[in-house]
C-alpha cells in the first residue's frame, strides 16, 4: 500500500546547527509527514509540509485517555557519503504491530516506510555527516477525535518528525553508565503496555529515572512489576549480559519492549558463534555472577544509543562495580553495527536503504 504524498516546501528554512553541538533531539528538520486516518475512509492526505505546531482539539482523545505511541529510526551518512535508513522496514512493522494493543488503526509498514524514505529525501541536507551522529527519525500516532466518552477515537493524526542527534549521552566514543536498580516502582505490568512503545509507558518511568539522575545514575533498570525480581529493560534499552560464554538477555513478553537493536545484536552474535541465550534472569542470578566473577559485562542496546556499556548496578543494598570501562563485546557489537550503518562494512541483512 503507498499513497502518494503531497509536497509543500517551507518559505523560512532554517539555520543547520553545528554538528559539534548538536546533543540529542533538540534540533528539527524543516519539514515534517502528517496522514490522517478516519473509521470508515482509512488512510489519507499523505503531505509534507512546512515543520510547526500541530492543532488539536482541546477534546481530543490523545490528550485524555493516551492513545499515542511512536517509533524511533535512523538515517545515517556512510563514509561515502551514500545515506542509508537502519532496518526502518522492521520498524515500521513493529509499529503497525503495536497498534492495536491500544485500539489503534496500524500504518501499513510499506505505505509507512515509503512516506518515511520521501520525507527524507527532502531533508537530506540535515543529514550530519560526521561520525557518531546521524538523522533520528520519530514517527508517531495519536488519537485526534474530539469526545469525552470512554472509547478508542474514531480519529487519528499519523506524523513524523526528524532530528539530527549526535551522540546520545555526548563523545565520540562508548561512555559507561552507572545503573540505578528499581526495586519499588514499575515501568510496565504483565498483561499490560510494556511491549508496545506507547508513551505511557515512558510517563511512568520518569519519577524513578529523576530520582536516579539526582542521585548520579545514568539510567534505570526495571524489574518484573510482580516480585521486582527479574530482569526487564534498562532505561529505554534493552539489555544484554556477558556471563562466562554466554550472552544473554532477558526473553520477549509483554513487559519487554522487542528491540530492533536488540535482534540485531543477536543476529550479529549468532553469526560469529557465540552462545546466545535470552530467558528469564532474575537480580539475584546477577548478584552471584558478580561475587564468582562470571559476570563479565553489561550493556544496553537501543536505537539512540546502539549500545551502552554498564559499568556499575546499585540497589540501595549493594554496588556491583562490572568490568573495567567498556568491554570488549559490548566495544566489538556497537563497532560492527556501525560500521553495517555506515557502509563501510558489507551488510549481510539487508538492514540498509539507500535513499
Known amino acids: 500500500m503507498k499513497l502518494e504524498v503531497r509536497i509543500e516546501r517551507t518559505s523560512a528554512p532554517k539555520v543547520h546547527p553545528e554538528e559539534s553541538e548538536l546533543g540529542f533531539g533538540r534540533h528539527f528538520t524543516d519539514h515534517m509527514l502528517l496522514v490522517d486516518f478516519h473509521d470508515g475512509r482509512g ?26 505511541m511512536f517509533e524511533g529510526a535512523k538515517a545515517i551518512c556512510g563514509d561515502d557519503g551514500v545515506i542509508r ?35 527524507v529525501k527532502i531533508e537530506t541536507a540535515w543529514v550530519p555527516r560526521t561520525r557518531n551522529t546521524a538523522l533520528y527519525i520519530r514517527p508517531t500516532l495519536i488519537a485526534t477525535e474530539p469526545f469525552l466518552g470512554v472509547r478508542p477515537a474514531n480519529q487519528y493524526l ?14 565520540d566514543s562508548l561512555k559507561p553508565v552507572r545503573i540505578w536498580v528499581e526495586t519499588q516502582q514499575t ?33 534505570v533498570l526495571w524489574l518484573d512489576g510482580a516480585k521486582h525480581e527479574f530482569l526487564e529493560e534498562v532505561g529505554t534499552m534493552n539489555l544484554f549480559l556477558v556471563l562466562g560464554d554466554e550472552l544473554v538477555t532477558p526473553s520477549l513478553g509483554d513487559t519487554v519492549l ?5 535482534d540485531s545484536i543477536l543476529t550479529l552474535a549468532r553469526a560469529r558463534g557465540m552462545t546466545v541465550t535470552e530467558r528469564p534472569v532474575s537480580f539475584g542470578e546477577i548478584v552471584e555472577a558478580h561475587a564468582s566473577g562470571r559476570l563479565k559485562e553489561v550493556f544496553g542496546s537501543g ?53
Open 43 to 68: 488512510w489519507s492526505d499523505a503531505r509534507v509540509v512546512p515543520y510547526g505546531p500541530l492543532s488539536l482539539d482541546p477534546a481530543a482523545a490523545v490528550l485524555h485517555y493516551g492513545q499515542a
Open 85 to 119: 535508513l537502519f532496518r526502518l522496514e522492521r520498524h515500521c512493522q513493529r509499529m503497525a504491530a503495536g497498534a492495536p494493543r491500544l485500539c489503534m488503526p496500524a500504518p501499513d509498514p510499506e505505505m509507512l516506510a515509503h512516506a518515511i524514505t520521501e520525507l
Open 158 to 171: 499519523l506524523y513524523v518528525i526528524l532530528s539530527p542527534v549526535g551522540s546520545y549521552y555526548g563523545g
Open 187 to 219: 515501568r510496565a505490568a504483565k498483561g499490560g503496555l510494556g511491549s508496545v512503545k506507547a508513551g505511557a509507558n515512558y510517563a511512568s518511568s520518569l519519577q524513578a529515572a529523576m530520582r536516579a539522575r539526582k542521585e548520579g545514575y545514568d539510567q
Open 258 to 262: 522487542s528491540g530492533v537493536t536488540r
Open 303 to 355: 536505537t539512540a544509543a546502539v549500545v551502552s556499556p554498564v559499568s556499575e548496578l546499585v540497589t540501595a543494598e549493594r554496588r556491583m562495580v562490572v568490568g573495567e570501562g567498556v568491554g570488549p563485546i559490548a566495544q566489538s557489537f556497537y563497532d560492527e553495527l556501525t560500521a553495517i550503518q555506515r557502509g563501510s562494512r558489507r551488510d549481510e541483512y539487508g538492514w540498509m536503504t539507500a535513499i
